[in-house]
């Protein structure tokens, strides 16, 4: 019994040697760099990033270029270096952890040395490293997988000309074969934290080390852990163009391999999606699916919702990708007044998201131009549109004189009336519900009774 315990703990143990083998079959180049040390605005954690991002990768079968507080010259030419090993069916991976800045639709990636050399903006392209310069070389390169990770979006660095120039990084698209991962959204700055890693790289660190997790899943899971422990300050952003599934460890049985995990298929397939999201310049839309649309935290029906929003309600489209099963319909990024984000399948000829309000909410002009004022005590909320879900712009205190510009049916008891007023003098401007019989809102003639009742 002693001996056949034995014989069966030797075979695990080479099978799991086998499986750990396999995983790291595939060449793998990294070329990690960290900038901490700047003559101005030095920043606590990027050479520790990099040391520990570098560790982390040796142990999964890369080989590691480490770069700590690199000079421009140091930076291009670990870069040429690093162009060179990607070849055939290599995976390369690029991170870089210090300060970055944009400008003019370029990404600048701050070498040591660089702050007393560049005074203005336009000397960026010479006494920095360009991020599209990395991009294109490994590119070039035509190896089968590459993966940029920028944790560079800190702040500005440069007080001189701060204000001429946009906060955080540009998004930039890859080639095929390429996933693009910054520490927060495009536009925004990150945070350098308190503890030895920055909030980002912390994470990124412990599930690079998860088994079986598909790199695409692991970047949603970063962004989703990063952005609850920074109670939504920082919202990691990730893009991809590759097919297939890469695992920085693999440890799938054969069985495993055969049945497949359901659940992370789904993440793949899902995170595929997302991937493919176009981004809108925040098109202002209303919700026409009644009573409401199920919002979900992915573009999938199989997943959860995280909630509902009622027909009329104001929304701004973030972004759209295209439905997995006709790449006609679509699924939309929305998010509300409120902040509530989410995405929702808009339906054939995205039916369930128009520009203009339900025939609920279609105005008429008011028949007479005649003065009103506020009945209901202490005050209405005056608001954007005819929709209890629309902004309140503010509290109008019960006695106050408007006229009544147009009006518009309730939606939810056509019965009762939205009305659109206006102040004598101008300031207050939107829309009041009139309350049962109208009762909010009364003619002038009848405020005397108001005030003595």
Not at 71 to 97: C, H, I, P
Not at 211 to 220: A, C, G, Q, R, T
Not at 318 to 324: D, F, M, N, S, W
Not at 368 to 389: H, M, S
């Amino acid at each position: 019994m002693v001996e056949k315990n034995s014989v069966i703990k030797i075979l695990l143990l080479l099978s799991c040697f086998i499986f750990a083998t396999e995983s790291f079959a595939q060449k793998r180049v990294a070329l990690v760099i960290g900038n901490s040390h700047y003559q101005e605005r030095s920043l606590r954690n990027p050479t520790n990033d990099a040391r520990d991002i570098s560790k982390v990768l040796r142990s999964l079968g890369f080989e590691v270029d480490l770069k700590l507080d690199a000079s421009q010259e140091d930076m291009e030419d670990a870069v040429q270096r690093f162009g060179k090993e990607l070849q055939g069916n290599t995976v390369g991976l690029f991170y870089y952890s210090g300060h970055g800045v944009q400008y003019e639709g370029s990404n600048y990636l701050i070498p040591i040395g660089a702050m007393s050399r560049v005074s203005a903006p336009e000397h960026l392209r010479y006494k920095t490293v360009d991020a599209g310069y990395v991009l294109g070389v490994m590119k070039q390169a035509g190896n089968g997988l590459n993966i940029v990770v920028l944790d560079a979006c800190r702040n500005n660095p440069f007080k001189s000309f701060s204000r001429s120039m946009s906060r955080g990084l540009k998004r930039i698209s890859g080639a095929e074969g390429t996933i693009i991962a910054y520490s927060t959204s495009p536009g925004k700055v990150a945070l350098d934290g308190n503890r030895r890693n920055s909030p980002y790289t912390e994470q990124l660190i412990k599930l690079m080390q998860k088994p079986n997790l598909p790199v695409e899943i692991m970047f949603k899971q970063v962004r989703k852990r990063v952005k609850a422990e920074t109670d939504g300050k920082q919202s990691p952003w990730y893009e991809a163009s590759i097919e297939g599934d890469f695992y920085f460890l693999e440890q799938f049985d054969t069985q495993q391999k055969k049945q497949g995990i359901a659940l992370e298929e789904e993440e793949v397939i899902v995170s595929k999606r997302v991937n493919n999201v176009h981004f809108s310049e925040r098109e202002r839309q209303f919700i026409y699916r009644c009573p409401y649309v199920n919002v979900r935290n992915r573009p999938a029906s199989t997943v959860s919702i995280v909630t509902s929003i009622p027909c009329g309600a104001v929304v701004e489209v973030l972004g759209y990708a295209p439905g997995l099963s006709d790449e006609q319909s679509k699924w939309y990024h929305i998010q509300t007044k409120e902040g509530k984000e989410g995405w929702t399948y808009a339906g054939e000829h995205d039916s369930w998201l128009q520009s203009s309000p339900p025939k609920q909410y279609k105005t008429s002009q008011a028949k007479e131009d005649e003065l009103y004022f506020i009945a209901q005590c202490p005050y209405v909320n005056l608001r954007e549109l005819p929709t209890a879900e629309s902004s309140i712009l503010l509290h109008l205190p019960c006695g106050i004189v408007v006229n009544i510009i147009e009006y518009s049916p309730s939606f939810k008891d056509p019965q009762y009336t939205w009305y659109h007023i206006r102040s004598q003098t101008g300031e207050e401007d939107g829309w009041v519900y009139g309350g049962e019989e109208n009762s909010w809102l009364q003619p002038l003639s009848r405020i005397q009774e108001f005030q003595k009742s």
